[in-house]
């Protein structure tokens, strides 16, 4: 039996968070140019670097940046200045010359690690672990993990087919755009970051 209760507010969560709908134009941005199967591979393995990130901080996250004596806010910047390197080169077009693109899996970063599992996913995941007192809150933790990863690999897998409709312009323009928001993220979560270092200060 699931705690419905704990697993909607942790879904719904990670919902607003890692944004489904919103992944898809930074996907298709990604991952254009290279063939149908290759780009459905990528989308299943950006979902499970995503989730074992997730699963390992959800397990032991609270000592890991204990050990390394790394603060949540510093996490945070150092998630949001990576993604806006990679927010500039959508801008630029640099990710449209195949020399820079079609050897590197952006599968694992940034689609994986920080864009999917970024800091806002993993400290809400710290948190829920956390506070499931009973083995039924841990399993609807656990439970809401799962369902949101398998949301993010069916929206991934499915937007593939809009590639077929938009053609070449098209994915150039979901490029700029994917860029614009992808920048827009980066920025909002590096002033997160340093609100909370101001804050804790």
């Known amino acids: 039996m699931l705690d419905f209760a704990v697993f909607g507010s942790l879904f719904l969560t990670l919902f607003v968070i890692m944004d489904p709908p919103g992944i898809t134009p930074i996907f298709l941005a ?3 140019g290279r063939p149908a199967k290759v780009q459905r591979r990528m989308a299943w393995q950006a979902v499970a670097v995503a989730f ?3 699963a390992v901080f959800g397990l032991l996250g609270q000592q890991i940046l204990d050990y390394l004596h790394v603060s949540v806010p510093a996490l945070m910047i150092a998630g949001g200045l990576l993604l ?4 500039l080169d959508l801008l630029t077009g640099k990710t449209d010359e195949p020399t820079q693109t079609k050897d590197v899996n952006v599968a694992l970063v940034p689609l994986g690690m920080p864009l999917l599992a970024g800091p806002g996913a993993i400290v809400s995941v710290i948190l829920a672990v956390q506070h499931a007192g009973s083995a039924k809150a841990q399993v609807s933790v656990w439970a809401a993990i799962v369902a949101m990863h398998v949301v993010l690999w069916l929206t991934m897998r499915y937007s593939l087919l809009i590639i077929r409709v938009i053609k070449d312009g098209g994915v150039v323009l979901v490029t700029r755009l994917a860029g614009m ?3 827009a993220i980066a920025v909002q979560q590096i002033i997160n970051g340093v609100t909370q270092v101001i804050r804790g200060s």
Do not use: P, Q, W
């Open 30 to 32: 990604l991952t254009s």
């Open 52 to 54: 074992g990130v997730i």
């Open 84 to 87: 806006l390197l990679i927010a």
């Open 181 to 183: 928001m992808l920048s």
